[in-house]
T-cell receptor
Framework: NAGVTQTPKFQVLKTGQSMTLQCAQD?????MYWYRQDPGMGLRLIYYSASEGTTDKGEVPNGYNVSRLNKREFSLRLESAAPSQTSVYFCASNPGQGARNSPLHFGNGTRLTVT | GDSVTQMEGPVTLSEEAFLTINCTYTATGYPSLFWYVQYPGEGLQLLLKATKADDKGSNKGFEATYRKETTSFHLEKGSVQVSDSAVYFC??????????????FGKGTLLTVNP
């Protein structure tokens, strides 16, 4: 039972570099999410994909882009990394539409440091 | 908009002590309420949930009751263990545009239990 798998686990970037965080789920879930977690800020939603083929901005989308490659995969791209993007990034999924009571399933996170 | 406010940590307790972590919410409708737990180095996982007023969610000795009159969902455990040391997040799920449900998190409370 892999659940939600994120790669890489750790990454260090220099300011201005780009990278893509990968996420895949094997639970046949419709909806997928990207959050960032910062000390004292809780979790903030960056982007989400309610279903395959759709993506929408969350609370803090600036500086990021996403791609819902297929039903399983949802990637997050930083085109030009900034120190303010130093954070722990979590991907999550749930069954989706109409799933009011369905919890999110989280990956183990990617710890990103931008110097 | 929706919001979740939970008591700030850190909370430090001795083993077998009683735990309460307060959580209050604001929402326009009738949300579902959740407690998530994050162990060191891991993603969040669902601890318990309640979907309507007066429901009690429970799991692993933890309990929380959905109190609509006080808009609260306080987490309690009668006797904590060292293995309960983690960050606890209160969250609500409510309809947000069409049939998509949005999850709003509190900022998290760090619990440390000493032997």
């Amino acid at each position: 039972n892999a659940g939600v798998t994120q790669t890489p686990k750790f990454q260090v970037l220099k300011t201005g570099q780009s990278m893509t965080l990968q996420c895949a789920q094997d639970m046949n879930h419709n909806s997928m999410y990207w959050y960032r977690q910062d000390p004292g800020m809780g979790l903030r939603l960056i982007y989400y994909s309610a279903s395959e083929g759709t993506t929408d901005k969350g609370e803090v989308p600036n500086g990021y882009n996403v791609s819902r490659l297929n039903k399983r995969e949802f990637s997050l791209r930083l085109e030009s990394a900034a120190p303010s993007q130093t954070s722990v990034y979590f991907c999550a999924s749930n069954p989706g539409q109409g799933a009011r009571n369905s919890p999110l399933h989280f990956g183990n996170g990617t710890r990103l440091t931008v110097t | 908009g929706d919001s979740v406010t939970q008591m700030e940590g850190p909370v430090t307790l001795s083993e077998e002590a009683f735990l309460t972590i307060n959580c209050t919410y604001t929402a326009t409708g009738y949300p579902s309420l959740f407690w998530y737990v994050q162990y060191p180095g891991e993603g969040l996982q669902l601890l318990l949930k309640a979907t309507k007023a007066d429901d009690k969610g429970s799991n692993k000795g933890f309990e929380a009751t959905y109190r609509k009159e006080t808009t609260s969902f306080h987490l309690e455990k009668g006797s904590v263990q060292v293995s309960d040391s983690a960050v606890y997040f209160c969250a609500l799920s409510e309809l947000s545009g069409g049939s998509n449900y949005k999850l709003t998190f509190g900022k998290g409370t760090l619990l440390t239990v000493n032997p």
